[in-house]
């Protein structure tokens, strides 16, 4: 059975944080629902449908930021109080919107993400989670990352609830009090949690959860480890999943499972006959969905999937059918609800309209008169800048909550710019110097009218480091604009993974010197993306990355006064060793620096460097042929004389060329790994070999796989 919905916009509140819109549970059988929403403004906005129009029921003050809204109540009983978040308090109100509870957390930062469970408030801010029963102090626990999420399964054979939290280390940490029962590892950094109740009356002890490089999958949470039921990989290249719900929109007793991304995907899955699930209805708004939730909102016996968006947009996909069809010569007559609804809409317009004008004239003046100071109108910005591992590139993602104008994006190291298919704004390059002012990147991105939200992919350099910022300009008056700044690591393109393989030729680089932890982890930071910012906990700590390029590893370990780094790729020791050294001298601390290289190591990197060289070479020779080939094909009026080789070249021709559009400077970029490769393998050996470059450019260009190595091995 397919899945027909149909949009419906609601009303629009302003800008929405993640997981701040609820459904309160429906008081009568099959009644429509309220709807609770709260917004960066402070205001919580709570609002029921009446004959196809928002009624408010009730609307507060406003306040600090908002950012979560959560449902409680006594167990047992439904849950209708309405929590919310802002700083580091939180507060509670009825359903009529009376205030009964203010709780101050006493919390240093303000809270990230909150759990309500009967009189239990479970809040967590960046790295710390608190547990309070009856607003009393019960657990604490310090987390190794930042928390992106938490919920508490209830009740389980253990005895009492047991919180999950989310960390951005690619972590779900399970537990118990205040002491960690154990760490289920996921695939992406987890930026949402949501229990898995699919039938009424299950033990709840399932969790869904949706990371931001936009994975899905679930897993069930036992008393010693965890079972990993399914994952859903994102094979589309969809956005980063921001919002979960279970809710049963076909109407067949098994709950489906909504998603909501950070590219404004809405999606529905269904499990299907062996529990994977599957895709069953998918629909895309224009900005990144914060809230999700199923439910009865618009009309009586029609279930929706209503959503809260970045800029405040509260839109249901409703069952119940926008259009009418009707047959030749049939009439068709307009309810006498749609009727009022488009004379009351027109009526808006025109005051609108008027009111425009008058704003518009009042401006005028006030900018002629030599007293009146021009106010920045302030605006929000949400960025991303997320390593996408399938393609080793950057993601720059820009949300504004107005219409974008332009975007002007500067770097002092060199990248390249990818195209992606989404984005449909005009990009213009300035020239300029790079050399005196460490200038390599001038681009603007002039957008089409009323885009929000706009996507840039960015390739980096390993060993070029420095920052990119993005100017972005809205279209408002008088013109204002605001700058996000963004680092681009030494080791830009490594990705933390949970562990590396052990049989792999590594090279070693050992650090020791008068240093403290806290001081070489900073520079780890300094070097690598994904290391959490605070110092961890206890005397020593080990990561393990993985270049999403090469698929080469890299093994951190340090401790005070001590620091160990392993990889299989001679040119990332390197690296770090240039960078390292270079930090420990701005702060006057003597670095001992010992390395172990492995000759095999070398070769080893060339293997893995290989099957990309070669696809390039031969879709670089495939691309040389096409315009010959077309040609022939125009002289000769077919193709049935050319060997299949060449007739099959012609057919991909047009997929060929988007491949090679897609991938500049790929093989420059492979040319140049494996120049630092032969430059970093002598360097460690106190040789300068700068002089044999363009010979080794020369093996390249006739490029043999046994040649190359042969090279390196005679040099």
């Keep these: 059975m397919e899945i027909n ?16 819109m609820r459904l309160l549970p429906a008081s009568g059988r099959r009644a429509t629902q309220k709807v609770a929403v709260a917004d960066q403004d402070g205001v919580i906005t709570c609002f029921g449908m009446k004959k196809g129009e928002p009624v408010p029921v009730f609307k507060s003050l406003p306040g600090p930021k908002i950012s979560r809204l959560e449902l409680g109540g006594a167990l047992g009983t439904p849950k209708e109080k309405i929590f919310v978040a802002a700083g ?3 507060r509670g109100f009825t359903k009529k919107g009376k205030q009964f509870l203010t709780f101050e957390a006493n919390l240093a930062e303000s809270i990230k993400a909150m759990y309500v469970s009967g009189a239990d408030l479970f809040v967590c801010a960046s790295y710390i989670y608190n547990h309070y029963c009856d607003c009393k102090d019960q657990d604490y626990y310090l987390s190794g990352d930042k928390i992106c999420d938490i919920v508490c399964l209830p009740m389980t054979k253990l005895g009492q609830t047991t919180p999950v939290l989310a960390c951005q280390d690619r972590v779900l940490r399970v537990l118990q009090g205040s002491e960690l029962v154990y760490d289920i590892e996921v695939p992406g950094p987890p930026a949402v949690l949501e229990i898995n109740n699919a039938k009424e009356g299950e033990i709840e002890d399932e969790l869904l959860y949706g990371t931001t490089d936009g994975k899905l999958g679930l897993v069930q949470v ?17 956005g980063g999943i921001l ?13 489906e499972i909504l998603v909501g991304r950070d590219d404004g995907t809405v999606e529905i899955y269904s499990l299907d006959s062996t529990n994977e699930p599957v895709i069953r209805f998918e629909h895309v708004l224009s900005e990144s969905v914060t809230s999700i939730q199923g439910g009865c909102v618009g009309k009586d016996a029609f279930d929706e999937v209503l959503t809260a968006t970045y800029t405040g947009w509260v839109t249901g996909l409703t069952s119940e059918p926008q259009q009418k069809e009707a047959g030749p010569g049939e009439e068709m007559k307009m309810s006498p609800e749609t009727q009022n609804k488009i004379v009351a809409l027109r009526t808006e317009l025109e005051q609108l309209q008027v009111k425009v004008l008058q704003e518009r004239e009042k401006y005028q003046q006030s900018a002629q008169s030599s007293t009146a100071i021009s106010s920045v109108p302030a605006f929000s910005v949400n960025d991303k800048f997320t390593l996408c591992r399938d393609d080793a590139s950057y993601s720059l993602t820009l949300e504004v909550q107005t219409a974008i104008d332009n975007v002007l994006l500067q770097s002092d190291v060199p990248i390249d710019l990818l195209d992606v298919d989404k984005n449909s704004a005009v990009v213009s390059f300035s020239g300029c110097d790079s050399e005196p002012n460490g200038n390599f990147l001038l681009a603007t991105y002039r957008c089409q009218a009323n885009t929000t939200r706009l996507e840039l992919k960015v390739r980096s350099i390993e060993g070029q480091y420095g920052i990119l910022q993005a100017y972005i300009t809205p279209r408002l008056q008088p013109k204002t604009c605001q700058v996000r700044q963004h680092q681009i690591k030494p080791l830009s393109l490594h990705q933390r993974t949970h562990a590396s393989e052990e049989h792999r030729p590594m090279n070693t680089l050992t650090l020791t010197g008068q240093f403290s932890f806290a001081e070489i982890h900073s520079w780890v930071v300094f070097c690598l993306p994904e290391v959490p910012e605070k110092t961890p906990a206890g005397d020593d700590v080990t990561f393990y990355f993985q270049n999403t390029f090469l698929d080469t590893q890299l093994q951190c370990t340090y401790s005070k006064g001590e620091g160990i780094f392993k990889s299989d790729n001679i040119s990332t020791i390197s690296i770090l060793k240039d960078v390292l050294s270079k930090e420990a001298t701005k702060r006057k601390i003597n670095l001992n620096i010992s390395y172990d290289v492995n000759e095999e ?8 460097i290989h099957p990309k060289l070669e696809y390039q070479l031969i879709l670089a020779k495939k691309v040389q042929l096409i315009d010959a080939l077309k040609e022939l094909q125009v002289h000769e009026g077919n193709v049935d004389f050319l060997i299949p080789e060449y007739r099959s070249i012609l057919e991909e021709a047009d997929h060929l060329l988007e491949e090679y559009k897609k991938q500049p400077a790929h093989l420059e970029r492979l040319y140049g790994m494996i120049t630092d490769l032969f430059i970093d393998k002598f360097k460690f050996k106190g040789t300068n070999v700068k002089t044999k470059v363009p010979l080794l450019l020369e093996v390249l260009d006739n490029y043999d796989s046994d040649s190359l190595i042969a090279f390196f091995d005679s040099a």
Aim: with cysteine; net charge positive; proline share 2%.
């Design 88 to 90: 580091s308090e939180v």
């Design 222 to 238: 036992t008393d010693t480890s965890p079972v990993y039921k399914w994952e859903v990989t994102n094979q589309k290249k969809r």
């Design 243 to 255: 919002c979960i719900d279970r809710f049963d929109i076909t109407g067949d007793g098994v709950k």
């Design 601 to 608: 190591s070398v070769n080893h990197t060339l293997k893995l």
């Design 5 to 20: 919905l149909n949009r419906v916009d609601y009303l629009q509140v302003g800008v929405t944080s993640q997981k701040t």
